[in-house]
């Protein structure tokens, strides 16, 4: 018999006929007369409750199914009794495909914490709460490559491996074939790297954006959305190593277009989740956060504040709170800050422009001022920093000056400044954190807890 999905299975249709459906245990009760097993096959957070009939089956037959263990049931869909449940199966066959020993299996209980469920990393999808999660950040995944496939944008594959620092952040993982044991050295003392792999130092990316810009300044508008590297030692709940970012850039947009394009599209990622993910979101409202989905909500129907980074500064010197970390002019501000603006000041989101040049990234279009350039970061509630970005500077003399003031090396940098020297335009675009959104989304509160296999300081399990 075909199998049926346990998503599909509440299916009014459904019901009165056989059915065959294949998942995991959660928990089995009940007693000689009657045994219960709720099932679950990850496509929904919904278990199927299986009833057995112990006239049609022995205590031995059932014994092996303990949670964990893989099953594969047919019988009857009937309309349920039990509160809270619509459906059940009325099972007549039984195929055990695997066991888990009681003595063995880590996610016995319920209600582990998430900091046991992080050591248990390759299990914890079975949870409940890491279904959930996952299942979101695929409809996320989806909502991101929809919004920009119907507004125009065309999805720009950007290279892992690079030889460039885009952020110039120098947070970089440096990647070799040269035997670690045994390097090269020319007679300088240094590095031989015309030995290495590609003959010259190469590391994996912390941006697509600069190649990004290559893609806009020839379609228009393009977007890359790939996973991104950042050798940076902070062991923050909202820091990986490996996170995945998005990044769309877009020809003749200028920084009043770039924050409207970053409002709508963040704005309808909640919206697209709130509306594809409910049960998921729910899930996680009940067990974690019973003001998620509300804060969700509230951030779609508003509009996002707009200030510059002084106004914020002088906000945050007048407000009389008492930070950790001092707040100046020139300061780089700190989530502590983000989140005054967002969570007690504005109560919304905020958008803050025109950050000091000192603080931001080289490519970063200078204003007129000579101080401040026109950068934009969207600040969330909970998060902090969940996009940044800018308009581009546009100018081939400015953009060399700004590269030779930072001592940037110009031999890596001749592709990019082309842009510049070929047709240039005023262009912007920005970076978002996916996994930041996705802490915005679930409501989870560790960065670790919103992707299958966290990257952090000391942790490269699988
Ligand atoms: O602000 P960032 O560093 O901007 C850029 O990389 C630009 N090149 C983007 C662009 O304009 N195309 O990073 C963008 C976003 C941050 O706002 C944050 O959400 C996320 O990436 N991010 C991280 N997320 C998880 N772990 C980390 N270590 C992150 N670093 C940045
Ligand atoms: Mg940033």
Not at 441 to 454: A, S, W
Request: hydrophobic share 35%; net charge negative; aromatic share 12%.
């Amino acid at each position: 018999m075909e199998r049926t999905k346990i998503s599909e299975i509440w299916n009014p249709e459904l019901i009165g006929k056989d059915v065959c459906v294949k998942g995991w245990v959660r928990t089995r009760r009940g007693n000689k007369h009657v045994q219960f097993v709720a099932l679950n096959d990850g496509s929904t957070i919904k278990n199927i409750q299986i009833v057995f009939d112990m006239e049609k089956f022995t205590e031995d037959q059932l014994k092996p199914i303990t949670t964990g263990a893989s099953l594969h049931v047919e019988g009857k869909l009937v309309e349920s009794q039990g509160k809270g449940q619509t459906a059940e199966i009325q099972a007549e066959t039984l195929e055990i495909y695997g066991t888990a020993d009681v003595n063995d299996y880590p996610l016995q209980k319920k209600g582990h914490t998430l900091e046991f469920l992080r050591e248990k990393a390759h299990l914890r999808p079975r949870t409940n709460t890491f279904g959930a999660v996952l299942r979101i950040r695929h409809t996320l995944a989806f909502a991101i490559h929809k919004f920009f496939n119907d507004h125009g944008f065309f999805y720009l594959n950007t290279p892992l491996i690079t030889s460039s620092d885009c952020e110039g952040a120098g947070a970089m993982f440096q990647v070799t074939t040269l035997d670690l044991n045994n390097v090269p050295k020319g007679e300088d003392g240094k590095v031989d790297y015309s030995q290495d792999f590609f003959g010259k130092p190469a590391s994996l990316t912390v941006s697509g954006q600069l190649e990004g810009e290559l893609g806009a300044t020839a379609l228009g508008a393009i977007y890359t959305f790939g996973p991104t590297f950042r050798a940076e030692n902070s062991n923050t709940p909202r820091h990986l190593a490996e996170f995945w970012m998005i990044e769309p850039e877009v020809a003749f947009n200028d920084i009043n277009d770039n924050m409207q394009l970053a409002e709508d599209f963040i704005k309808y990622c909640i919206n697209y989740a709130l509306e594809n993910a409910a049960d998921d979101i729910e899930f996680l409202a009940k067990m974690y956060d019973e003001e998620l989905v509300d804060r969700l909500k509230s951030v779609v129907s508003h509009e996002f504040v707009r200030l510059t980074y002084t106004e914020g500064v002088k906000i945050l010197e007048e407000s009389g709170h008492k930070f950790e970390f001092p707040v100046y002019w020139g300061a780089d501000l700190q989530s502590e800050h983000e989140r005054f603006l967002v969570e007690e000041h504005f109560k919304r989101p905020v958008i803050l422009t025109d950050y000091p040049k000192e603080i931001k990234a080289f490519y970063m279009k200078q204003n007129d001022d000579g101080k401040t350039v026109r950068a934009m970061d969207v600040l969330f509630p909970k998060i902090g920093e969940i996009i940044g970005g800018s308009e581009r500077e546009e100018s081939y003399d400015k953009l060399l000056a700004r590269i030779d003031e930072l001592g940037i090396p110009m031999k890596d940098m001749w592709w990019y400044l082309d842009t510049r020297r070929f047709g240039t335009v005023p262009h912007s675009g920005f970076g978002l954190g996916f996994e930041r959104l996705l802490l915005f989304v679930t409501g989870m509160t560790n960065i670790r807890d919103v992707i299958p296999f966290p990257r952090t300081p000391n942790n490269c399990e699988f």
